[in-house]
């Protein structure tokens, strides 16, 4: 888990973040061990920008803090920021770094003069500043790309260049001493005249902070253009970068007309800069003692002082920055259309947050509505209600004041609506299974029930009276085991000897076989039988006649 805070060099940016702690004002906010442990355990292990490595000891070299911090940014390491932060304002402040390694702290020194008790020029003369702070000549003429690719391998190690004294280690640490050492000084130019170079940089000099140019790389230029995008397909969006920008950086002219040129084209950097010295012609109108249009913003290179001193340009600076976001603000023209707006609708599973961000930002891109107004917010509210997801959709149509709504209570409403769908998914998913056990039951019921226990026989039932074939009871006539002969012939034959029933010229209907005994039943006559066994007797029939058709 890393050293513990005694046995840290206190030569080291981490040893001497941890004894100026308090100093700083970091004792009630920052907890020192998780200092420790993000320094020497966590943040080596990220793989930072440009090739940057986060040293165990620390460092205030501008690149790697920046990367560092541009990392935990992206990652959502919200809690790591003010870590890095802390380094940041550590390095603002010379006088509690005086016992840091060289390595970290570059040294612009220059000879003392007893005589003059001012702060020397902006840029020091080639005579004034160390052997290891000089470059080539012709480094004016080149672009920042190779500015910083030709003047790094020509500056030897700081370890030769630099004097050794009694107030610096005589050796550096190991850790450090494997670093690379990348001096924003050694852009400096052998001529009397200074170079101009991309965003200034502050390290710590013998008279207090100087300012010193380090240019742009390709890969630093690539990463602008793609967060500020294109002006005229969201100028909001690149408004809004380019200020990020200026405020992150302090930059030059040279820095800001290498920007608009590599982000804007011909045509909107035209029209940016001519709607910039517009509107400083129009406050010189009202107010002579704001300059002209041309002044405000120079067409070349101005030679401005970015030195922080009594007669720095610095105000100038900072005033040509306000104008341009002005002048790029009136030439906005942003396209309204709101189909754009419609076209967004939540997704089934999709947080109503997640949703409202896209709404959000859908209304700044493609309207001139701002969501916190009250027009906006209006506006926004409704589309959330219309194509919300059906079921928040059907709560949110109940609320009382409707589009008028705050968003806050709309999507409160939403949420809940949201989170009780896993509620009603569980509940019918319970009952699915409730159905599925009760189907399986039955069936297995159904499997086990006996054969004989499906359908019960029929019982069957005795004749009410004495057979008429043998005169005795117990049985049907058809099922005689003894029949007799009867007495008179047969009634369809004309034929002694055999009962009607009998008769081979009766007509007889085939009975199909029984579908649950597979016994054949046998023919059934067309006849119907009397339930009477006894012959029947002529003495009080009305129709004696027919008697012969009925007898048995």
């Not at 609708?345 to 859908?362: G, I, M, V, Y």
């Not at 081979?504 to 579908?515: A, G, K």
Request: charged share 20%; proline share 11%; net charge positive.
């Amino acid at each position: 888990m890393g050293n513990s805070e005694s046995k840290i060099p206190l030569s080291t940016p981490l040893g001497c973040l941890l004894r100026n702690f308090t100093k700083l004002g970091y004792s009630q906010t920052l907890r020192k061990k998780k200092l420790v442990f993000l320094s020497q355990v966590a943040w080596p292990q990220y793989k930072l920008s440009n090739q940057s490595h986060w040293p165990p000891t620390g460092t205030f070299d501008f690149n790697t803090l920046r990367d560092l911090d541009d990392f935990c940014r992206r990652a959502g390491k919200d809690n790591e920021i003010p870590y890095v932060q802390a380094f940041w304002d550590l390095r603002t402040h010379p006088d509690l770094c005086s016992s840091c390694s060289t390595y970290q702290i570059l040294l612009a020194r220059t000879p003392h003069k007893s005589s003059s008790t001012t702060f020397p020029p902006p840029y020091s003369s080639p005579e004034d500043l160390p052997e290891h702070l000089s470059s080539p000549a012709n480094l004016s003429n080149q672009s920042p790309s190779t500015a910083r690719s030709s003047s790094t391998p020509s500056a030897p190690p700081a370890s030769e260049a630099m004097p050794r004294s009694s107030s610096t280690p005589s050796e550096p640490p190991p850790s450090e001493a494997a670093l690379p050492l990348a001096s924003p000084v050694a852009a400096h130019t052998r001529s009397h005249k200074p170079a101009i170079l991309a965003p200034l940089r502050e390290v710590a000099g013998v008279e207090g902070l100087v300012r010193v140019h380090v240019p742009f790389s390709l890969q630093d230029l690539s990463q602008i253009e793609r967060r500020l995008g294109s002006f005229s397909a969201d100028p909001s969006t690149y408004i809004k970068e380019f200020q990020y920008l200026t405020q992150a950086y302090s930059l030059t002219w040279h820095d800001i007309r290498v920007v608009c040129s590599s982000t804007l084209t011909v045509e909107e950097h035209e029209r940016i800069l001519a709607a910039t010295r517009n509107q400083a012609d129009k406050d010189h109108a009202i107010d002579n003692q704001i300059p002209l249009g041309p002044e405000v913003i120079p067409g070349e290179d101005p030679q401005w002082d970015y030195q922080a001193n009594r007669g720095s340009d610095i105000p100038k600076r900072d005033r040509m920055i306000r104008y341009l976001l002005r002048g790029m603000d009136a030439v906005s023209n942003k396209v309204v259309n709101y189909d754009k707006l419609r076209e967004i609708t939540q997704l089934p599973d999709e947080n109503p947050a997640l949703f409202l961000a896209r709404l959000q930002e859908a209304l700044v891109r493609y309207t001139r509505l701002d969501p916190a107004s009250q027009n906006g917010a209006t506006v926004l509210a409704s589309h959330f209600i219309s194509q919300s997801a059906p079921d928040i959709r059907k709560k949110l149509k109940k609320a009382e004041e409707g589009p008028e709504t705050p968003i806050q209570d709309l999507v409160k409403m939403a949420f809940k609506v949201f989170n009780a769908r896993e509620d009603a998914a569980e509940a019918a998913r319970q009952t699915r299974m409730k159905q599925k056990a009760a189907f399986q039951t039955q069936a297995l019921v159904a499997a086990l029930r006996p054969a004989g226990n499906q359908r019960p026989k029929a019982e069957t039932h005795a004749p009410p009276g004495a057979c008429f074939k043998c005169g005795r009871e117990g049985h049907w006539s058809r099922a005689c085991p003894q029949p007799r002969p009867p007495t008179k012939p047969c009634p369809i034959c004309q034929l002694p000897g055999h009962w009607k029933s009998d008769c081979p010229s009766f007509p007889r209907v085939p009975v199909p076989q029984n579908r649950h005994t597979g016994v054949t039943q046998p023919a059934v006559t067309l006849s119907r039988e009397e339930p009477a066994c006894q012959e029947p007797t002529s003495e009080g029939t009305p129709f004696p006649s027919l008697l012969g058709l009925l007898d048995d």
